[in-house]
């Protein structure tokens, strides 16, 4: 089968494209003929070499979440399951190919009327932007601000939040990412490149409660002091190569919560499905920004590093 290999820690040139064996599920496990590859952010850092959730040992295939058709199942797996359409993750790597085989509890139905593009988009961004709203508990009537908010999680936060009731105030960095956030609920749009934004922001609707922190660094900083006593700030990501700088003594001085989820895979589970849910009624839409052939990996992840993404960024497999 086509896949593409990671024989050694580097730029994203280190993806190549080569061959694999056909894998075969074992005991436990059903095989995936994959038509889209998810990518996020961590897995360019992993690739890297930098830590992450996963140990990466190569060489191996990247990538952690597929898209696709059960073709195939074990010896003590319900034969039932070939056929259906399905997303999962891989347990860290051998996403990134054209065959998959998993565990047998790990893949989630698609549900009918989804697209499975749309779903492999929805598969980590989802369950995440999911999770941050319950955890934050945004309430009708909250300025909520949400940075990154042109990007694969940030553009599901800014939808959830509108629909919770939210005022919402989405940052992006550029031009071409701020003109997006009105068309997803946005009410305020603001450009964090821009010197002053903040401001901007106060004097428009002065302050905020509830910060979804998706950069890290100077903007998470800038984005904590917009917050008033008894404001709530949840950090999911480090567009800016750094996690916020906001320390729990920062935090307590100024009466706000500092949330950090932690969640049972259970229930991370069924945040996935809930979102699924929520696309195939139409009450989500994942924002797929752009999307790269298998063989060229190594320019998707070129593309997320130099922050040339919007939304998703999407491998197609078949």
Avoid: C
Wanted: cysteine-free; hydrophobic content about 50%.
């Amino acid at each position: 089968m086509r896949a593409i290999w990671l024989r050694e820690f580097g730029g994203p040139e280190v993806l190549v494209p080569g061959h694999a064996p056909d894998p075969v599920p074992g005991p436990g496990q059903v095989l995936i003929d994959v038509a889209h590859a998810n990518i996020t952010f961590i897995e360019t850092q992993l690739r890297a070499g930098r830590p992450g959730p996963f140990r990466l040992t190569p060489p191996l295939i990247p990538g952690n979440g597929v898209g696709g058709v059960i073709t195939a199942v074990g010896s003590d797996v319900d034969p039932a399951l070939t056929g259906r359409r399905v997303v999962s993750a891989t347990g860290g790597s051998g996403g990134y190919a054209e065959r998959a085989a998993v565990d047998a509890s790990a893949p989630i139905a698609v549900p009918a009327g989804l697209a499975l593009d749309a779903a492999v988009a929805l598969l980590a961004d989802g369950r995440t932007a999911t999770m941050l709203i319950e955890a934050v508990g945004v309430r009708p009537g909250d300025r909520v601000l949400v940075e990154a908010a042109a990007g694969g999680v940030g553009s599901l936060l800014v939808q959830l939040a509108a629909r919770a009731g939210a005022r919402v105030v989405g940052a992006a960095g550029g031009r071409r990412k701020v003109d997006l956030l009105p068309g997803l609920g946005a009410e305020v749009a603001v450009d964090y490149l821009v010197h002053g934004w903040a401001e901007q922001v106060r004097a428009t609707v002065g302050g905020v409660d509830v910060v979804l922190d998706g950069v890290g660094g100077p903007v998470a900083r800038a984005a904590f002091d917009l917050l008033p006593p008894g404001g709530r700030m949840v950090s999911f990501g480090l567009a800016s190569g750094e996690w916020s700088p906001v320390s729990a003594e920062a935090a307590t001085a100024r009466q706000v919560t500092v949330i950090r989820p932690d969640v049972p895979p259970a229930r991370l589970r069924a945040y996935t499905e809930q979102a699924l849910a929520d696309a195939a009624a139409g009450r989500l839409r994942p924002l797929i920004g752009q999307r790269f052939p298998l063989e060229r990996a190594a320019d998707a992840h070129a593309a997320i590093e130099a922050r040339a993404t919007v939304g998703k960024t999407l491998l197609d497999v078949a």
